[in-house]
Antibody, heavy 119, light 111 residues
């Protein structure tokens, strides 16, 4: 059974940093593109970042480029999102999501972790 | 990249059919057969309902179906059930600077 479990969310002041983690199980982690998708309170879904199975290729939404860094440790089956220079508009539930091979949809999602940026 | 356009809300009575539209451009919905649909109940993670315009993942009821015409994709829910009440989001691959774009979301209410 595929499981994705996010952690690391919390309250942080504007300008601060936070690192999110997503522990994966139930599939061959290194074979799949993984992504982060966020949802601000009461708002819709927004793609944030993706990383290839090897970790060599990374992609970012314009709104987080230069501030967020996606990475993965395939030996630990874990996905990360390092978030720096956080802004109030980064407040959201952050979901990690697995992308199906060769496709452009997310077949499994974690339960999400809430990041609140506020003074 | 602008979000795909969905109606804010759609409602129907149990047993009825409803259709949710998702309008994009030739750079996303109209240009690729990579439209997917997600169901999200309050406080829960999104769940994949339709992928590649009209395919259903294993375990998803055949009451859910998808289609596309030009720059608009549609999700139809037939024989509406109370548990179908949720938010629904479309998504598409896009040739813009970001590879994925989501819709604005539609709240489905079962009357």
């Amino acid at each position: 059974e595929v499981q994705l479990l996010e952690s690391g969310g919390g309250l942080v002041q504007p300008g601060g940093s936070l690192r999110l983690s997503c522990a994966a199980s139930g599939f061959t982690f290194r074979s799949y593109v993984m992504s982060w998708v966020r949802q601000a309170p009461g708002k819709g879904l927004q793609w944030v970042s993706s990383i290839s199975g090897s970790g060599i290729s990374t992609f970012y939404a314009d709104s987080v480029k230069g501030r967020f860094t996606i990475s993965r440790d395939n030996s630990k089956n874990t996905l990360y999102l390092q978030m720096n220079s956080l802004r109030a508009e980064d407040t959201a539930v952050y979901y990690c999501a697995k992308r199906q091979v060769g496709e452009y949809y997310f077949d499994y999602w974690g339960q999400g972790t809430l990041v609140t940026v506020s003074s | 990249q602008s979000a795909l356009t969905q109606p804010a809300s759609v409602s129907g009575s149990p047993g009825q059919s409803i259709t949710i539209s998702c309008t994009g451009t030739s750079s996303d919905v109209g240009g690729y057969n990579y439209v997917s649909w997600y169901q999200q109940h309050p406080g829960k993670a999104p769940k994949l309902m339709i992928y590649d315009v009209s395919n259903r993942p294993s375990g998803v009821s055949d009451r859910f179906s998808g289609s596309k015409s030009d720059n608009t994709a549609s999700l139809t829910i037939s024989g509406l059930h109370a548990e179908d009440e949720a938010d629904y989001y479309c998504s598409s691959y896009t040739s813009s600077s970001t590879p994925y774009v989501f819709g604005t979301g539609t709240k489905v209410t079962v009357l």
